[in-house]
């Protein structure tokens, strides 16, 4: 089955830097790839997505880049904010989601003012 | 807005109780999923049901039986848990299989904690 590798688990950065999230996953057949923030105690909600088709999208502050031939992706998020402060998942998936999702084991971001 | 509802929002029983999860969504989505999450975990995958067919068991112990009524509906019976059984449990939907690469939308969950 598929295996998610996320890194770092715990990320810091200043407030307005920029924050970087890596993922890798080990099934060369998974072709979806969305990314998850959870605050405490809610729900998790995507915050963007990608398809093995595409290699970067965008989405104001927030970018994901995928590289089928490494099975990398990572999440880049821009100007953080204060709000930005949660614990992000990566995941994939092989049909496109809805075979489930396999995720990370997490990151938890803090912004420091 | 959550568009996926879960109820109830917490649950406490017993080891020897009998009770159900519900999850209801009105977006047309033709598949739907329970996930488990235990606290500082990801949620991990139980089940998936495409077309109101069960198409995905991950191993999960006959305690947890799904049932999914109409396209609208999912439920998961509980029998007989187990402390180690207390987590959150997330119900999701998507669109579907044949509709390939749409994002799984997820409800707040229910705190389920055995006694």
């Known amino acids: 089955g598929e295996n998610v590798e996320q890194h770092p688990s715990t990320l810091s950065v200043q407030e307005g830097d920029s924050a970087v999230i890596k993922c890798t996953y080990s099934?060369?057949?998974?072709?979806?790839f969305p990314w998850y923030k959870q605050e405490l105690g809610k729900r998790p909600q995507l915050i963007i997505d990608?398809?093995?088709?595409?290699g970067e999208k965008k989405d104001q502050r927030i970018a994901v880049t995928l590289n089928k031939t490494a099975k990398h992706f990572s999440l880049h998020i821009t100007e953080t904010q204060p709000e930005d402060s949660a614990v992000y998942f990566c995941?994939?998936?092989?049909?496109?989601?809805?075979?489930?999702?396999?995720f990370g084991k997490g990151t938890h971001l803090i912004i420091q003012p | 807005d959550t568009e996926v509802t879960q109820t109830p929002k917490h649950l406490v029983m017993g080891m020897t109780n009998k009770k159900s999860l519900k999850c209801e969504q009105h977006?047309?989505?033709?598949?739907m999923y329970w996930y488990k999450q235990k606290a500082k975990k990801p949620p991990e995958l139980m089940f998936v049901?495409?077309?109101?067919?069960?198409?995905i068991n991950e191993s999960v112990p006959s305690r947890f039986s799904p049932e999914c009524p109409n396209s609208s509906l999912l439920n998961l019976h509980l029998h007989a848990l187990q402390p180690e059984d207390s987590a959150l449990y997330l119900c999701?939907?998507?669109?579907?299989?044949?509709?390939?690469?749409?994002?799984?939308?997820f409800g707040d969950g229910t705190r389920l904690s055995i006694l």
């Open positions: 999701a939907s998507s669109l579907g299989p044949l509709n390939s690469n749409q994002p799984q939308h």
């Open positions: 099934d060369s057949a998974s072709n979806y």
């Open positions: 990608i398809r093995s088709n595409v």
């Open positions: 995941a994939a998936s092989r049909w496109g989601g809805a075979d489930g999702l396999t």
């Open positions: 977006m047309g989505h033709r598949a």
């Open positions: 049901y495409s077309y109101e067919k069960l198409s």
